[in-house]
């Protein structure tokens, strides 16, 4: 009876994250009709991951030339600028990572299977892999591998905690947090990928990490190299199932045994080469683009520069202009609560926390630490599965201390909270133009939400 309702409870938990995602899907194609300034439904550096897409998949390619003028059409000054921008070695450039179209390549051949068959059919439909068509598919692709992701770090989170705490947290990591913004209003970013790959990543470990061996090795190879595929720096979380044996290695040194130290040496040596094979589709691009396979982009570029020994810790968490914590306080307990599951499970609460730490200085560190324009500090998203196991372990010692009435109410809140600042983002904020201050942080969120309200029943009154 007992494995009867845990198997009813995680169905449901399951059902409600999948009806999540079936929400935000149901969103953004409800959005689909509104106007846009750019005339597409892929914007911002989204433009840069999908033009993979038409470029390899159907001119077979890395010339961007067609690409580049077809989307930023609206901005004949940025075409000409792009146009005119060659790599070392006379390509057009493209630093953004390959691995987001590698993961949207199945809905892009989809939309273009469907493409090709109403245009047989008679119906006056592009194929060049660029309209709405393609577009949708391949965003609302985005969309289900974030709630994948989402879905996959909830399991992650309930092998720790009860099943209601797991839920609530994966929740309110969710939609109190940025993640609900790039699984509505830009999930042409990779950042939904990027919790798949994550999820899929601390899942496997968890599962994987009493069974050392070469099949556990290839696993974590594969994943290690599929999150890099989509942000390089997300690959370093391929290290911690291997820190987390170190200190077996040492005991078995220290006591005559070098079995642990061997294995551990077996099993790096296996998951380091099969990632670097499943990244080896973006050293190839680099070779094409640049000229050099081994080097990024990135540090081509004037400007673009990482400053190693003067990170800027304290803004990327507290300041205005995008900090983590300012921006979306949720994720302040998330951190708080590694410290009780610390007490529950020492591996994942000290390495998750080294996980964060790492993606922290690294972000810091970068001449754009503020993250471009985005909604809060969305380079952390690949941390989903550190804050939702950190968050699982607070709201189940504060529901057994206190009350679970007093977890939801404070959730609410955040929530509303966030709400606003969505809202004000989105209409606002996006195309201001202008560092946002500490009253659009505050005040600013709610009085902009009555203007906004105002200006809108005017015009419908009209």
């Known amino acids: 009876m007992t494995g009867l309702m845990r198997i009813a409870a995680t169905s449901k938990g399951d059902r409600l994250i999948l009806a999540l995602t079936g929400f935000c899907l149901l969103v953004f194609l409800l959005t689909i009709p509104l106007p846009r300034a750019d005339n597409q439904l892929v914007g911002s550096d989204g433009v840069y991951y999908y033009v993979y897409l038409p470029s390899l998949l159907l001119d077979g390619d890395l010339d961007f030339r067609d690409e580049y003028v077809y989307f ?57 892999g660029y309209g709405y068509l393609y577009q949708t598919f391949v965003l609302s692709g985005s969309i289900l591998y974030g709630g994948a992701g989402l879905l996959l770090v909830y399991r992650f989170a309930r092998a720790m905690v009860s099943e209601q705490a797991a839920l609530v947290a994966t929740g309110l990591i969710a939609l109190a947090g940025n993640l609900i913004y790039y699984l509505t209003a830009e999930p042409y970013m990779a950042h939904t990928l990027s919790v798949f790959a994550s999820g899929l990543f601390f899942h496997t470990w968890l599962r994987r990490r009493g069974r050392p061996g070469i ?19 997300d690959g370093l979380f391929l290290a911690l199932p291997f820190l987390a044996r170190l200190p077996s290695a040492w005991r078995g040194l220290r006591d005559g045994d070098r079995r642990p130290a061997i294995g551990l040496l077996r099993d790096g040596l296996i998951a380091g080469p099969v990632a670097l094979l499943v990244f080896s589709p973006q050293m190839v691009v680099w070779g094409v683009l640049y000229g050099n396979p081994f080097r990024s982009p990135y540090t081509y570029h004037p400007g673009t520069d990482f400053y190693w020994l003067s990170p800027r810790l304290g803004a990327v968490l507290f300041s205005a202009f995008r900090g983590l914590f300012t921006w979306h306080p949720i994720f302040l307990p998330a951190l708080v609560g590694l410290f009780p599951a610390y007490r529950r499970d020492r591996t994942f609460a000290l390495l998750g926390g080294l996980g964060f730490v790492v993606q922290w200085y690294i972000i810091s560190s970068w001449h754009n630490w503020m993250q471009g324009d985005a909604f809060g500090g969305r380079m952390f998203l690949v941390c989903t599965p550190i804050f939702v196991m950190g968050l699982a372990h607070l709201i189940e010692g504060t529901a057994k201390r206190w009350s679970w009435p007093a977890v939801y109410a404070l959730g609410g809140l955040l929530l509303v909270w966030n709400f606003l600042l969505f809202v004000e983002y989105r209409f606002d904020l996006v195309t201001a133009q202008r560092p946002p201050t500490w009253y659009d ?18 015009r419908l009154a009209t």
Do not use: C
Not at 218 to 229: D, E, I, Q, T, V
Not at 443 to 448: A, C, E, H, K, P
């Open 215 to 233: 099949r556990t090795a290839l696993l974590y190879g594969l994943l290690g190299g599929l999150m890099a595929l989509i942000r390089p720096q």
């Open 441 to 458: 942080l505050t005040i600013g969120r709610v009085t902009f939400l009555l203007t906004f309200l105002q200006r809108l029943l005017r």
């Open 72 to 128: 930023f059409a609206y901005d004949p000054t940025k075409v000409e600028r792009l146009l005119s921008n060659r790599t070392p070695v006379g390509r057009l450039p493209n630093q953004w990572p390959i691995g987001p179209a590698i993961l949207w390549s199945p809905f892009f051949l989809l939309a273009h299977l469907l493409a090709s068959l109403l245009r047989w059919l008679g119906f006056p439909v592009a194929t060049d």
